[in-house]
């Protein structure tokens, strides 16, 4: 299993936008890399501006536990003429020291509209630890063409909640920034190294990054070896990056600019802060306009410890069932096409349209058992007999 640093750590989102829009690629790609300012003064480095940048790169295979404080903003036209802006805050804390017993908060506190009015804004904060996710969500406001929450939902907001993680989560989830295999963390360590990311580098001084005096360069992004470490990351997960799709990154790549400045802690060495800006041309099928990003990291590898808070309640899953089903108009996980209609109803009991097939009662029977938690759903060994009764 790769960690998130493999996935996630450098503009990945080069090679996800045949499946997602651009705009959405780099969001959930940018907002786990960059950085914050303050003021602080320490000698200006020895050594060149192009080694302390490699090293500070390099350095982040090491880091297992950080804080962090990231702000997104962005304003975007779509092709058809629709804009969107939003603004986000994130910030926490992560600590996977233990991979067996990882640590993470995360706060969140976003804004999002369009060009009708439609959006929203919303506070929430999330704390998990081995055995437990803990969550609040202190708000949720949406405002335009957007379908009112029913009070089941909105009765859940403004308290602590707790749900136990089942067994085995984190065999499957890996929340992890370095890779725990030593030789993992030091193929990735080498792949960084080799990364010429950042050109023309111009050293600013020196200034407070979360408490950490750090390096302040301002830096262009080499977009080639932006893709080539992008190309190297995604197949060290096992995903293959044909020359089709480098070349429709680099086709991309054309109308994007970006630019920004990246800071390195003089104690811990890491590369700590980026903050620049995004700049999309306007093209035929991709969002024109700016996103800016600034995201800090600090507290490197200090252990993190999880507060449960002392009112959390268990979550009460059932409560939710009802209205996501009314809303999402089917049942929550299942297939698009398994509807709530007069072919299929369930409550205490269940019904199906006699003319089932076999094939179609196999794909009932998987949909069924994503349910997990859904109550009375306990002994689905016992739909089996009911082919019997269909032939």
Known sequence: MGSVCSKNLLFFYFF?????????????????????????????????????LKEGLANL??????????????????????KMNFDVKLNGQLDSIDEKDPKLVLQLDGTATDSTGTGGSGKAELRMNKENLYFNIMSLNLKGDVEELPSDVTDLFGKWWMMPLPEGTFDEIDI??????????????????????FATPEYKGTENVMGESS?????????????????????????TISAAEMAEAEEELKNVDINGDVWVGVESGVLNQFKGSI??????????????????IGNVNKPVTIQAPADAEEFPMEQLLGPMMMMGGGIPGGDADLMMDDSFMM?????????MTDEELEELMKDLEELEGLEGMEGLEGLEELELDLQ
């Open 16 to 52: 996800t936008m045949q499946r997602k829009s651009l705009a959405k690629s780099i969001f959930a790609s940018l907002a786990l890399v960059a950085v914050l300012a303050g003021c602080a003064a320490a000698p200006a480095p020895e050594k060149p501006a192009e080694e302390v």
């Open 61 to 82: 295979a090491e880091v297992s536990a950080y804080s962090y404080d990231v702000a997104v903003k962005g304003d975007l036209t779509d092709p058809y003429g629709e």
């Open 176 to 197: 992890t920034l370095s890779p725990s295999d030593e030789a993992e963390q030091a193929e990735l360590k080498k792949s960084l190294e080799q990364l010429k990311l």
């Open 215 to 239: 390096y302040h360069y301002r830096v262009n992004i080499d977009k080639k070896g932006l893709l080539e470490f992008a190309k190297s990351a995604a197949e060290a997960e096992g995903e």
């Open 279 to 296: 700049t999309m041309k306007e093209s035929a099928d991709q969002p024109s306009g700016t996103i800016t990003v600034s995201v800090a």
């Open 347 to 355: 409550d205490e009991s269940m019904m199906m349209d006699e003319a």
